[in-house]
């Protein structure tokens, strides 16, 4: 059997590939050796967001029900059930649409035997192209006991609400496991060896560590664990028990067997590949097995897509999106998302929340947002704190990639009233015509 490109690996970076390569006529097998759907949709970010989303409207219903002094109790009932419900429909999705395209499927673990040959349950597939997107895997850090914890991955698909948990690690998935299952009522210690989220600025990790304060979690930095043993930690400042021990550690590659036999390059990131996601000639990668650190799930897709435009040959596309900027989101309340780099920019402006109409009236006003344009007026920085900042940071990210200049964002009418006014109040803030942050500082609200 001969294909032009075979995928490895049904997740996020590979069914898009998978998907979108069969649609454009080449013949396409992607190979899954788990579930499609990879570690984003049934162990990441669906499983997670899933959480954030019922944790996040319980604390609002709280305050609405202390506003209006109603009274009542919160029974779980089957939520964690329709978690499993959403990660199965999106799971078979994920394959579906690989075979709607024109694709074909197959589940068992691939086997690469040579530059243009893979071994697949007990067959050998040809190939003239090869596209290596088999994920990553929790890194399980070197502690003594550590066979007494459970991984991130386990830890969002848990189906019973622990009393309470010890989470190892600072880092996005350890912070967002600690205030999710904080609201559902267990006692969290998050310990961190060093400063939580050590890539965000100082004012988004301050907002963060507030809010998890908020939340009663018990957070203790710079710390050094020793060992684990049963329900508890032993670190440099003391023990910790939890009835479920999480480590949330950062991820590593996960390479498929025989990858030896076509001699990639790779540090302990992952593969490294060129702009354009070749690995070596006929060999691509994409998504979190390649060497980047910053593993999401939009950025797996952006790979895709770039492999997959490489493979059809759309030199003058893949021109176009060269050196696209890619966000990141934290899903904590209140969100974080990011583009851009900070150090390309000379100058800011920031507008803050509770002073943008939306937010006066939702009652949500925490967090701001922040944007920075380099020397010619371009914006190549944006930071969102606050609620729905998954969205926001995409009109930043637009507008980064698209080179827009900072006096078009300030000018465009945005709806009124709406969270993303503040986006264009804070780009007015370039040319002090900003009127709503009078509100700010007269906030009697
Ligand atoms: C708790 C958590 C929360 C997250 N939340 C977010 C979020 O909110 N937003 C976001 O953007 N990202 C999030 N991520 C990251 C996101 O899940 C990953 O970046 C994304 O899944 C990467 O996709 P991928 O296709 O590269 O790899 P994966 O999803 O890991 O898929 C790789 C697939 O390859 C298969 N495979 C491996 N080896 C073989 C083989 N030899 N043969 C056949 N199949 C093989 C695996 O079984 C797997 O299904 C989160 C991750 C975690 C752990």
Same mark, same amino acid.
């Given at each position: 059997?001969?294909?032009?490109?075979?995928?490895?690996?049904?997740?996020?970076?590979?069914?898009?590939?998978?998907?979108?390569?069969?649609?454009?006529?080449?013949?396409?097998?992607?190979?899954?050796?788990?579930?499609?759907?990879?570690?984003?949709?049934?162990?990441?970010?669906?499983?997670?967001?899933?959480?954030?989303?019922?944790?996040?409207?319980?604390?609002?219903?709280?305050?609405?029900?202390?506003?209006?002094?109603?009274?009542?109790?919160?029974?779980?009932?089957?939520?964690?059930?329709?978690?499993?419900?959403?990660?199965?429909?999106?799971?078979?999705?994920?394959?579906?649409?690989?075979?709607?395209?024109?694709?074909?499927?197959?589940?068992?673990?691939?086997?690469?035997?040579?530059?243009?040959?893979?071994?697949?349950?007990?067959?050998?597939?040809?190939?003239?192209?090869?596209?290596?997107?088999?994920?990553?895997?929790?890194?399980?850090?070197?502690?003594?006991?550590?066979?007494?914890?459970?991984? *991130?991955?386990?830890? @969002? $698909? +848990?189906? &019973?609400?622990?009393?309470?948990?010890? !989470?190892? =690690?600072? %880092?996005?998935?350890?912070?967002?496991?600690?205030?999710?299952?904080?609201?559902?009522?267990?006692?969290?210690?998050?310990?961190?060896?060093?400063?939580?989220?050590?890539?965000?600025?100082?004012?988004?990790?301050?907002?963060?560590?507030?809010?998890? *304060?908020?939340?009663? @979690? $018990? +957070?203790? &930095?710079?710390?050094?664990?020793?060992? !684990?043993? =049963?329900? %508890?930690?032993?670190?440099?400042?003391?023990?910790?028990?939890?009835?479920?021990?999480?480590?949330?550690?950062?991820?590593?590659?996960?390479?498929?067997?025989?990858?030896?036999?076509?001699?990639?390059?790779?540090?302990?990131?992952?593969?490294?590949?060129?702009?354009?996601?070749?690995?070596?000639?006929?060999?691509?990668?994409?998504?979190?097995?390649?060497?980047?650190?910053?593993?999401?799930?939009?950025?797996?897709?952006?790979?895709?897509?770039?492999?997959?435009?490489?493979?059809?040959?759309?030199?003058?596309?893949?021109?176009?999106?060269?050196?696209?900027?890619?966000?990141?989101?934290?899903?904590?309340?209140?969100?974080?998302?990011?583009?851009?780099?900070?150090?390309?920019?000379?100058?800011?402006?920031?507008?803050?929340?509770?002073?943008?109409?939306?937010?006066?009236?939702?009652?949500?006003?925490?967090?701001?947002?922040?944007?920075?344009?380099?020397?010619?007026?371009?914006?190549?920085?944006?930071?969102?704190?606050?609620?729905?900042?998954?969205?926001?940071?995409?009109?930043?990210?637009?507008?980064?990639?698209?080179?827009?200049?900072?006096?078009?964002?300030?000018?465009?009418?945005?709806?009124?009233?709406?969270?993303?006014?503040?986006?264009?109040?804070?780009?007015?803030?370039?040319?002090?015509?900003?009127?709503?942050?009078?509100?700010?500082?007269?906030?009697?609200?």
């Amino acid at each position: 059997m001969r294909y032009d490109v075979v995928v490895i690996g049904g997740g996020t970076a590979g069914y898009i590939a998978g998907s979108i390569l069969a649609r454009k006529g080449k013949r396409t097998l992607v190979i899954e050796k788990k579930k499609f759907g990879g570690v984003c949709v049934n162990s990441g970010c669906v499983p997670s967001i899933f959480l954030f989303d019922v944790t996040f409207l319980l604390t609002r219903l709280k305050e609405v029900a202390y506003y209006l002094g109603l009274e009542g109790k919160v029974e779980y009932r089957n939520a964690l059930q329709k978690r499993n419900e959403i990660v199965e429909y999106l799971s078979n999705a994920g394959k579906k649409l690989i075979e709607d395209a024109g694709g074909e499927t197959e589940i068992g673990e691939a086997e690469i035997i040579s530059p243009n040959e893979i071994k697949i349950n007990e067959k050998v597939v040809e190939f003239d192209k090869l596209i290596i997107a088999t994920g990553s895997k929790p890194k399980i850090p070197n502690i003594k006991g550590i066979e007494y914890a459970i991984s *991130e991955d386990e830890a @969002v $698909n +848990l189906n &019973e609400i622990p009393e309470s948990m010890v !989470i190892i =690690g600072g %880092g996005y998935a350890g912070v967002e496991i600690a205030q999710f299952f904080s609201r559902l009522g267990s006692t969290i210690t998050l310990l961190s060896k060093a400063t939580i989220l050590p890539n965000l600025s100082e004012d988004a990790r301050r907002s963060v560590r507030d809010s998890l *304060e908020f939340d009663g @979690v $018990n +957070l203790v &930095e710079n710390v050094q664990i020793n060992r !684990i043993h =049963g329900e %508890g930690v032993f670190t440099n400042k003391g023990e910790f028990h939890g009835e479920i021990i999480v480590y949330a550690t950062g991820r590593e590659p996960q390479l498929p067997k025989g990858v030896e036999k076509i001699g990639l390059y790779t540090n302990e990131c992952g593969v490294i590949v060129n702009e354009y996601k070749q690995a070596k000639g006929n060999i691509y990668a994409i998504g979190d097995v390649t060497n980047k650190e910053r593993k999401t799930a939009h950025s797996a897709i952006f790979d895709a897509v770039v492999a997959s435009l490489h493979i059809m040959d759309e030199k003058s596309l893949l021109h176009k999106i060269n050196g696209y900027k890619i966000p990141q989101v934290l899903y904590t309340d209140p969100q974080v998302g990011i583009v851009g780099e900070e150090k390309d920019a000379n100058k800011f402006s920031i507008f803050y929340f509770n002073a943008t109409t939306r937010a006066i009236i939702n009652g949500i006003r925490d967090g701001y947002v922040k944007i920075g344009i380099n020397k010619n007026g371009e914006i190549v920085f944006g930071e969102v704190i606050g609620d729905k900042s998954e969205e926001l940071i995409n009109i930043l990210t637009l507008a980064i990639n698209s080179k827009i200049k900072v006096e078009n964002l300030a000018l465009m009418p945005f709806v009124h009233p709406s969270l993303s006014e503040a986006i264009v109040n804070t780009a007015k803030g370039f040319f002090d015509m900003d009127v709503d942050r009078y509100r700010r500082t007269n906030d009697k609200t």
